[in-house]
């Protein structure tokens, strides 16, 4: 898909020429694991020992931060999304083939991991799913652009309060209340908007249960979890819940 990679990266000026690409899922996977990495080797070094509840929100902690990243550029890259979503219908009529797939596949320079062009493209892909990520005046716009732009910080906190118990548990506790249950909501509310709009009917079933239903559904679980986490935080009045 030479157009769709010259307009990821188009912003690096050294992208005409790249001395390594690599798949764009591959990017995210490894800005994930990287993250992940850090949160459960710093606990490991700190407290010399591993937990299976802490390694699964950090794991949560990690994918939202790089999610937010890219939620953030729904602001300020939307125009190019608008446009953007144009070609990837373009794309679909002619060939086919899933613009999420598609997209996912593409490959990039390294050197233009962090692009706001390029992440800006997913938005653009996925509004051949549901089109609100491509209309700033709808709720799938706008409350993923809500979590990009609130959530980093309370996530940042938590990252490092469950990891290295920096702060009272009651305090880690109703921080993390207040932004699962956030989170929980929102997402709810996203697949609610989803069916009211009538945007299910538009999409195969099989895209229905992969990209609106799989890929959503760990920002409901793992807030769950979360929650469960944040309660005996509050009850217990120390870091137990979290191995420590």
Known sequence: MPENQTAQVQSDPRSDQPLIAVPVLLIAILAISILTLVGIGARAVVLGDFDLVHAAMILFFSANLVICYWELCLLVRRDYIEERAEYWQRHWRETRRSPPVEFLAGKVPLSGFASPTLWADVWAAYSHV??????????????DLGNGLITPVPTLVLFAAYTFGLMPALVAGIIGAMLFWQLVHATSVYWISFFMAGRHARIKRRDLYVYVFALNSPWVLFPLLGLYVSIRLIADGNYSVLGQ
């Open 130 to 143: 549901d089109g609100s990520y491509a209309d700033r005046t709808t709720y799938g716009y706008n409350v």
